[in-house]
């Protein structure tokens, strides 16, 4: 169960890691938004899942089920509303084109 726990964490860990490159990398807060709240999501996930499983059934996993369902639920809201807010405070999308 440990070896499982480990591999969750850093599954989730990769996820997160590769937000963050996102955020660097891409050129404006809609595409940022996207990728971060993709990545984000997956990694909070993954290293819910890790912990949630490396608790065994305690009281314990079962906050962190809930913690769980709600970043499930709530990340696309919190990322909708960032990305709308932006937009209508004048932020428009990059015309930028890659060849």
Do not use: C, Q
């Amino acid at each position: 169960m440990t070896w499982l726990a480990i591999s969750l964490i850093v599954i989730g860990l990769v996820f997160l890691v590769i937000g963050s490159i996102g955020i660097l990398r891409l050129p404006d807060v809609f595409s940022r938004a996207h990728a971060l709240s993709l990545t984000d999501s997956l990694g909070a996930i993954f290293v819910l899942l890790g912990l949630a499983v490396y608790e065994g059934f305690t009281i314990n996993f079962l906050r962190i089920i809930v913690v769980l369902i709600l970043v499930y639920l709530l990340n696309p809201v919190i990322s909708h509303a960032t990305i709308r807010a932006a937009y209508r405070s004048g932020l428009r999308p990059s015309k930028k084109e890659n060849k």
